[in-house]
Nanobody, 123 residues
Framework: VQLQASGGGLVQAGGSLRLSCAAS????????MGWFRQAPGKEREFVTA????????QYADSVKGRFTISRDNAKNTMFLQMDSLKPEDTAVYYC?????????????????WGQGTQVTVSS
């Protein structure tokens, strides 16, 4: 399984970015996905998760109402639309895939990880 995250960059506070995670190696629609992030000097933290079909989603309180997770199973790709970005959203963002179940905020529930994409929000 390979996960390739992309779409990061530098944006001003209040701006938007859309991250993508392209998956390969197994049937994408069979597995739930998630996004995590790691800010400098901090531990990696849960951001959001989505079920296999995309009908169920879960968000960390810190991003609820600003970020939207989605997936296109026909294109084997997951997305993270980030709006109203804040400087505290600055981090490396990682996509991850589960083997079973969905919606966990714990890293150990995710079997595969992408390489990360840097998001920097300036004030």
């Amino acid at each position: 399984v390979q996960l390739q995250a992309s779409g990061g960059g530098l944006v001003q506070a209040g701006g938007s970015l859309r991250l993508s995670c392209a998956a390969s190696g197994r049937t994408f629609s069979n597995y739930a996905m998630g996004w995590f992030r790691q800010a400098p000097g901090k531990e990696r933290e849960f951001v959001t998760a989505i079920s296999r079909s995309g009908s169920l989603t879960q968000y960390a309180d810190s991003v609820k109402g600003r970020f939207t997770i989605s997936r296109d199973n026909a294109k084997n790709t997951m997305f993270l639309q980030m709006d109203s970005l804040k400087p505290e959203d600055t981090a490396v963002y990682y996509c991850a895939q589960r083997n079973y179940g969905w919606g966990s905020q714990y890293e150990y529930d995710y079997a595969y990880w992408g390489q990360g994409t840097q998001v920097t929000v300036s004030s």
